[in-house]
């Protein structure tokens, strides 16, 4: 059954204080732990920044939408992602779940 997460993060103030030379230097080391995501069956989704102009916007200014095979691969992204010290640099939300429909979605919120 495949598994969902979505992350809304924004650069803290750790991160803004960050010379450029670290900051491409920590980027270069998520980009390089990212290589082996598809291997796990691990798909990225989209990453972007937050549309500011919708009702109800989030305050994060960048998200993340990803797809897993299974729970282990959501939690070993969720591992790697904690183990890389970005929670550290960023101010992070995640929100995770199984797959799911619209009637199931209704009947969830009907119990309430």
């Known amino acids: ?3 969902y997460l979505v992350e809304l993060y924004t650069p803290n103030t750790a991160w803004r ?9 920590f980027l270069d080391g998520i980009q390089t732990a990212m290589r082996g995501l598809s291997d796990l069956g691990i798909e990225v989704l989209t990453l972007g920044e937050t549309d500011m ?9 960048f998200l ?16 790697g992602i904690n183990a890389s010290g ?6 992070h939300v995640n929100a995770a779940s199984d797959d799911g429909d619209f009637a199931r979605h209704l009947a969830a919120l009907a119990l309430d």
């Not at 204080?17 to 230097?25: T, W």
């Not at 102009?53 to 200014?61: L, M």
């Open 86 to 91: 970005w929670y550290d640099y960023f101010d």
């Open 53 to 61: 102009n919708i009702d109800q916007a989030s305050k994060h200014q």
């Open 17 to 25: 204080a960050l010379p450029s030379d670290l900051r491409q230097q």
């Open 64 to 79: 993340g939408v990803w797809r897993f095979p299974d729970l282990q691969a959501r939690d070993a992204l969720l591992a």
């Open 1 to 3: 059954m495949p598994h």
